[in-house]
Structures are given as C-alpha cells and as structure tokens.
C-alpha cells in the first residue's frame, strides 16, 4: 500500500491565488457565490514551464468546500472561511433572464453526491490556479475521475488534488486517527480513518441529514396553519437552527410532546457509530475511540452532550471520548485550510501534464 498522504495533512477544495490579488480573490468568491453555471473558458494550452511552476508553487491557496448545503471559501491559513453562502442554484425559465421572472430553484448536490455538474461549475479564470477537490468517503472512481476531467480538460487546471472530506474534517481537530461523525446537510457519515487512511469498507452511511429534519419542521408547521413553501424552506431552516434543540430528558420532554417518527426506517447515529466501532480491530479500534463530531447538524444545542451520553450507556466499558470543536460546521473548510498552508502539499498535486501523460490512473498515486 502506498502512502497517499503526508501523516498531517489532506484538503478539500484549493484554489491557487496570487497573494497579492485581493481583487482577483474577491472577485473569484463573488463569482463562486454566483450560483448561475459557467460561461466557457479560454481554450489555449497552458505549458508547465519552470518558471510557472515555480510561480505556482509560491501562490497562496484559497480553500473552497462546496457541500449539499453551503458553499465555504477562504484563505490557506486562516482559521475560518471568508464567504458561507447557499449551495442552492437559480435557474432562468427558457434561457429568459427577466429579474422579474422568478428563477427556478436547484441543489446541485443531494446527499453529498453531484446530480447536476453543469451548476458546480465556478466562474473563475483557471489558468494560474491550482484545484483541489475534496469528495465523499464513498465517492465512486467513476465520480473522482469525472472531477478530474472537468478540471483538467475542461478548464485547463494547471494542477490538481483530491481528498476525502472526513479526512480534512479530521486535520481541523489536528488528529491523524479518529472515528468521524459527520451529520451535515444532506448526508450523514461515520468514518474510520487509520493514519490518514479512510476505511471505507466499514465506513457507514445515512441519506438522512439537517435538510429531512428542516423539512419534518416545516411539515409540522404547515400542519399547525402556518403555511411555508419549498421557496421559504431557508426561514424554516433559521427557526430551526435558532429555536430546536436536543432533548437531554427524553422522559420528561415526551410528557409534553408527542412522540412521532420522520417517516424513515435506517439506522440512527448511535447504531452506525456503534456498529463501526465493533468492526473495528485491534490497534485500529485503539485509535478510533476518539470520535469527533463535524458538521453542520450537530450544532444543535444539546447535541454533542446527548451523543456522549447516550454513548457512554451503551458503552460503559469503553474509554470512548467525544470531541466537538465550536467551528465544526466550518471542519472541512479548515482542515483543508491546514493541509493547504503546508509545504509538502505541493507534493500531493497531480500536474495537468501528468494527467495527458498517464490519464485517470495517476490521481491514485497521490490523492486517494
């Protein structure tokens, strides 16, 4: 087995910037913001030549993390995003571009997986920039090679890396080994990472997230009279963000509520979590019983303490210890933050020359 990464690093989304183009920079988060599709790039040949790459190498890298729900950037280094804005995109009816005419609404991504990759699509000049992508614990070779492609052949990357976004979630709580529970807004995972490696063979997932838990709230209160539609699903989420919480008393808060079901039959986040851990061996399990909670979802107030708890009485013998950092809706962002501002991630990049050179296969050497 081959060492894909150095023992303290690995990136979601990089874009390579000079440090001194703050309006380029602006200009590029304004335009990733933009949620409309790509216009098309210039079709010259870029040339690696030593001075680019060494101009390459020297530019500062902005990390991106595009997810289901939100669209995070910032600078290599820093430790939070500049721009969180919605990864919703608007559409215009019949190629009509009247402001007055309502666009149609779409998530490119659902369930962390890409449906529509015209609208992932950035409106960026990618000439001098270096990419890096992060994906899925589970992405199919097919997806990896796809995103490889569209950067490659169809923007003209001059590099490119790809990692996984447990592994990035992992570097922001600055470990190499831990068992990740990532509940964000439209999938939830619980991932095994053995010294920077991704076990995906018992790596669990859920297609139930943040998102099913915004819609059952809007259910309820459409039900209650208050009627919201798809296109306020946004002031449902707020409620739900600023007025929900994790019952820590289930005894007591049932006594005052009804006790209903989301209409779906899968394995709730405890079972998962449980289950990885028991196909977990030796000095593996030892590693992974630092679990960290990452994502969006599990900011819910009382959250990290209910899962703790309800984890401590089904695991009494183990010495099982929950972290949950505050910018845990930002982990990916920042551990790809980290990874980027490192000098070995230069090695981990796959120059556009080997991709013409070798194709597809030589993502695998030093990616994934």
């Known amino acids: 087995m081959h060492c894909l990464c150095p023992p303290d ?119 001098d920039h270096a990419f890096a992508w992060s994906v899925p614990p589970l992405c199919s070779i097919t997806d990896k090679e796809r995103y490889a492609e569209m950067m490659f052949k169809g923007f003209h990357m001059p590099a490119l890396h790809i990692a996984y976004q447990s592994q990035l979630s992992m570097y922001s709580y600055r470990k190499t080994s831990a068992l990740v529970v990532e509940s964000g807004h439209g999938v939830l995972h619980v991932v095994p990472i053995y010294e920077g490696y991704v076990i995906r063979s018992i790596t669990g997932r859920v297609d139930y997230a943040g998102l099913d838990i915004t819609h059952y709230r809007m259910k309820l209160l459409n039900e209650s009279g208050n009627v919201f539609t798809e296109h306020q699903l946004n002031v449902v989420q707020d409620i739900k963000e600023k007025c929900c919480y994790t ?20 394995p709730g986040l405890l079972q998962l979590t449980l289950s990885c851990l028991k196909k977990c061996y030796g000095n593996v399990k030892k590693m992974v019983e630092n679990i960290l909670l990452c994502g969006g979802s599990t900011m819910m107030e009382g959250f990290a303490n209910r899962f703790q708890m309800e984890l401590a009485k089904m695991c009494p013998s183990d010495n099982l210890i929950t972290a949950a950092l505050r910018q845990r809706m930002s982990s990916v962002c920042i551990g790809g933050s980290i990874l980027a501002s490192l000098h070995s991630f230069q090695e981990l990049r796959v120059y556009r020359t080997e991709y013409e050179e070798h194709g597809p296969s030589c993502l695998f050497k030093k990616c994934l």
């Not at 019952?247 to 899968?266: K, P, V």
Request: charged share 20%; hydrophobic share 35%; proline share 4%.
């Open 247 to 266: 019952s820590l008393d289930l005894t007591q808060d049932l006594s005052f509520a009804l006790q209903t079901s989301l209409g779906s039959e899968q």
């Open 9 to 127: 690093c690995h990136i979601w989304v990089s874009v390579m910037f000079s440090s001194t183009s703050q309006s380029r920079l602006k200009s590029a988060r304004t335009a990733a913001a933009d949620t409309s599709c790509l216009n098309s790039v210039k079709d010259s040949h870029i040339f690696m030549t030593t001075g680019r790459l060494k101009a390459l190498k020297e530019m500062k890298p902005v990390v991106v993390d595009k997810g289901t729900g939100y669209f995070r950037c910032g600078f290599a280094g820093d430790p939070w995003p500049f721009y969180i804005v919605s990864s919703t995109a608007g559409k215009s009816t019949q190629g009509d571009w009247d402001t007055s005419i309502p666009l149609t609404l779409t998530n490119p991504i659902r369930h962390g997986i890409v449906v529509d990759w015209n609208c992932t699509e950035m409106k960026i000049q990618p000439e």
